[in-house]
């Protein structure tokens, strides 16, 4: 979901403290934060997605950019969030031993078993099986629509770091899907983007 | 299995998915997940109490709840920056003047009745200056008998001018007196030199000061030449060189 051309109106709104205008913005991100906060494994995923926004909104006066400029500076105020959690709890997030069995999840049309297999708890146990570093950048790329120059900068990492994490994890997600067959959709095409 | 060339082919893969492009087959299940992990968090979560407030009435022009107090502690902090600011100049402005004042005194540029004035609360301090209506700078006390007494009796009209006997000012001691002599030349025998060298530094240690009083009785052979030292305690070590 994008605000689209009104977001010059809607960032000066906020920026001046209207109401309608944090609105528009929560209502824009705070999904994506709030899954980028629940994947990770935190404990109270929406306390922390209220701490971030709370940051945010106090915040904004002082922002300058556009709207992928404002994506990117909401996620790394999640992520230093999350980081915060970490510490608190003095622990890592948990990680999940195995994905669970995905071929006992209930089938029929190809494109609703993708769907269905990898459901919420099994996309929580798929990035658990990711060490933190490739989950993260994985997740700012599909949650957030980050670039990797921009995860880069959410991450304090390099570009090329955040590439090889990438590719790293792409390569754990295959072999733990190749490990399960029938988790595959029969027709990944018509599967992904409806 | 998963082979090295596959790496590549799976970010092109995920670059595709991501841009909403179509997704090579042998990728389907990284796309899958992709699409499951959007799925997964459609749902923003239930904001809290100070998130739905902000929410709910955003900030006042005023700035937010929290700092609403914000503005009057700099009017505070300027306020007070200015009383002391004009203290801080008001003081620097006396010690100016003061110095000023001082610097004057102390060449003697004031006018004459505050001169005296000034002389007479420098002499306090045991600080001589020019004293118009006094002796001058440098005087030494006032001795009673002096007839500098007597010029306090002058009218104030010879005050510019005032009468100063000749002798006022005793003559400065001729540098060759000995302070603190030993003992008087006239004391040793007429061969003796004598010169009489006391220089009146002695530093009252009782050490080395007894050379004059040896010569006493030295019968004068040649160094009777009053080499006591300020402190020439000839107790200490009186036997002298004679």
């Not at chain 1, 991100?29 to 990770?40: E, Q, S």
């Not at chain 2, 040793?188 to 002695?202: F, S, V």
Request: with cysteine; hydrophobic share 35%.
């Amino acid at each position: 979901m994008r605000t689209g051309p009104a977001f010059d109106d809607v960032l000066a709104a906020a920026q001046a403290g209207a109401a309608w205008a944090f609105e528009v913005l929560y209502r824009d991100l705070a999904p994506a934060v709030t899954g980028y906060l629940r994947l990770h494994g935190a404990a109270e995923p929406d306390d922390l997605a209220s701490e971030t926004f709370l940051g945010v909104f106090t915040g904004l006066a002082g922002f300058r950019g556009d709207e992928a400029g404002l994506r990117a500076w909401v996620f790394t105020i999640a992520h230093r969030r999350l980081l915060d959690d970490w510490r608190r709890r003095s622990r890592r997030p948990p990680i999940a031993d195995e994905p669970g069995n995905l071929a006992e999840r209930p089938g029929g049309d190809a494109e609703d078993d993708a769907l269905v297999r990898l459901g919420a708890e099994t996309v929580q146990q798929l990035c658990g099986t990711l060490p933190t570093d490739q989950r993260s950048v994985l997740l700012l790329r599909i949650l957030a629509d980050l670039t990797v120059e921009q995860v880069a900068g959410v991450l304090g990492r390099s570009v090329p770091s955040v590439k090889a994490l990438q590719r790293r994890g792409l390569r754990t997600l295959r072999e733990r899907l190749e490990r399960e067959p029938s988790a595959e959709p029969a027709h990944p095409s018509r599967t992904v983007r409806r | 299995m998963i082979r090295a060339g596959d790496d590549t082919g799976a970010e092109e893969a995920f670059e595709a998915c991501l841009a909403g492009r179509p997704v090579p087959e042998e990728a389907a299940g990284v796309a899958a997940f992709a699409e499951a992990v959007r799925s997964s968090a459609s749902v923003p979560g239930r904001p809290s109490a100070a998130l739905s407030d902000l929410l709910a009435h955003g900030v006042p022009p005023g700035g937010p709840a929290t700092s609403r107090s914000r503005p009057r502690r700099p009017r505070v902090v300027r306020g007070w920056f200015q009383r002391t600011r004009a203290v801080v100049l008001a003081a620097a402005c006396a010690v100016l003047v003061l110095a000023a004042f001082t610097g004057a005194g102390a060449a003697g540029v004031l006018p004459d009745p505050v001169q005296h004035g000034f002389a007479t609360v420098a002499d306090t301090f045991g600080i001589s200056v020019s004293d118009p209506g006094g002796t001058g700078p440098g005087t030494p006390p006032a001795d009673p008998a002096t007839p500098t007494q007597e010029s306090d009796d002058v009218p104030t009209t010879a005050a510019p001018t005032p009468v100063r006997p000749t002798g006022t000012t005793p003559p400065p001691a001729p540098p060759e007196a000995p302070q603190v002599t030993g003992p008087p030349a006239t004391d040793t025998t007429p061969d003796a030199p004598g010169n009489g060298h006391g220089n009146g530094n002695g530093r009252g240690d009782g050490r080395g000061n007894g050379r004059g009083n040896g010569n006493d009785d030295a019968g004068g052979k040649d160094n009777g030449n009053g080499h006591g030292n300020a402190g020439g305690n000839a107790d200490s070590k009186g036997s002298g060189n004679g």
